[in-house]
């Protein structure tokens, strides 16, 4: 089959999901056992079926979005989209570039009258249905942006991200278009919002043109941090600093600027006998992601362990949606022996393992050491000094938390 008889497939099967695939997803019955569909027809629900179950967390209506694999991988979540589209202006023209499946274009065309442009045809087609799905109006459009009309205007830039077998997204010259074209169109639209993976680095040659002409956020959410923004002209915001981690939680969204020097660093501890009794964080990625724990952790009286890159740790509880709070019981070797052996004297049943400036796999841990019946008890896998260590921990909640104040 020739590429382009491959194209028309697609773009046939995608208006048959549209048209009346979509409407099947809804019928009670299992998608199996539709023995009218043909097998392709029954792939092609099977997976919206299974991205609508991963999407749960990510979308509170599911059911009103359709996808395929890679945009659904690449879409922002419903409560990042929310929080970037409260950043434009009301009621003015926005130009979603790079649109995908049009999570961020059916945000921002709540706010405004939105043009989505994708050069991916059969994507278009997902970003219309979605848009449509949700009661949006907006135009869409398949084809090349056109620099012309973003110059002056506002534009919400998501570049394509190429796989290159390491972290995705994580090096500049992994997006489509490249960095350094959508930089300059950035830069010379009224208000522009281009968004990156959380771990993006650039060349030096685009890190002085970024920090003069860019505010950076980082937003996260579920303890996961979604997204890097650059954000330019008319979108920059008096209340972010040069580097600001937001949290786009669904109840409430809460911001953390930088307003320490760069080059202050909160205290470091590094020897075991110091964080006995004492109480762990797990900072949220986030703030890691944006490189504000050492900030985060100065302005809260916490100090380092080992280094502003792993656990902080504190004589008292904080109650913060910006951290996971943990009291030490004890500090182990990472010796599997040992460690067994602490957790069968302590009771232990379900462990959960969580690992800092040491790289281990955490879910075959968990397995290995958990039993069917017991107290939970938290293993914090880290750096102390020069060992690594394991801290046994018990998860504090809320309410556990306000016991200690």
């Known amino acids: 089959m020739s590429e382009h008889s491959a194209t028309c497939e697609i773009e046939e099967r995608t208006r048959w999901l549209i048209c009346y695939g979509h409407e099947l997803l809804g019928d009670k019955k299992s998608v199996s056992m539709l023995q009218n569909l043909a097998a392709w027809q029954r792939e092609i629900l099977n997976l919206q079926l299974k991205l609508r179950s991963r999407c749960t967390k990510r979308f509170p209506d599911p059911e009103h979005w359709l996808w395929t694999q890679q945009s659904y991988e690449q879409a922002s979540d419903w409560w990042s989209a929310q929080f970037k589209a409260s950043l434009f202006p009301p009621r003015q023209q926005i130009f979603d570039v790079c649109c995908g499946a049009g999570a961020d274009s059916v945000a921002l065309a709540k706010r405004g009258s939105v043009v989505a442009v994708d050069q991916d045809a059969i994507i278009t087609m997902y970003a219309s249905h979605n848009m449509k799905s949700h009661g949006v109006l907006g135009e869409v459009r398949q084809g090349r942006y056109r620099a012309q009309e973003c110059v002056g205007g506002l534009v919400h830039i998501d570049p394509d991200r190429r796989s290159d077998g390491k972290r995705r997204g994580s090096a500049s010259s992994s997006y489509s278009p490249p960095l350094e074209d959508i930089l300059p169109l950035g830069q010379s639209a009224q208000g522009s919002m281009i968004k990156l993976s959380p771990m993006c680095v650039w060349h030096a040659t685009n890190a002085e043109f970024i920090r003069r002409n860019f505010q950076r956020l980082w937003l996260g959410n579920f303890h996961e941090c979604r997204q890097q923004l650059l954000i330019s002209g008319d979108l920059r915001c008096n209340q972010f600093g040069e580097k600001t981690a937001v949290l786009c939680d669904p109840e409430k969204t809460s911001t953390f600027t930088s307003c320490v020097q760069s080059n202050v660093q909160c205290q470091i501890v590094n020897e075991p006998g110091k964080l006995r009794g004492k109480f762990l964080y797990d900072l949220h990625p986030v703030l ?78 968990q397995r290995q050491l958990g039993q069917s019946s017991g107290n939970s008890v938290t293993l914090l896998v880290t750096r102390i000094g020069e060992k690594i260590r394991a801290v046994a921990a018990q998860r504090l909640c809320h309410k556990q938390i306000a016991s200690f104040s």
């Open 288 to 365: 890691h992601a944006s490189q504000l724990t050492s900030d985060f952790a100065i302005q809260h009286d916490l100090n380092a362990v080992h280094s502003p890159h792993g656990y902080f740790v504190a004589d008292r509880t904080l109650t913060s949606a910006w951290l996971q709070t943990f009291q030490v019981l004890e500090i182990l070797p990472f010796d599997n022996r040992k460690i067994r052996s602490w957790l069968r004297l302590h009771g232990a049943g379900m462990v959960e393992v969580k690992s800092r400036l040491f790289s281990l796999d955490a879910s075959k841990l």
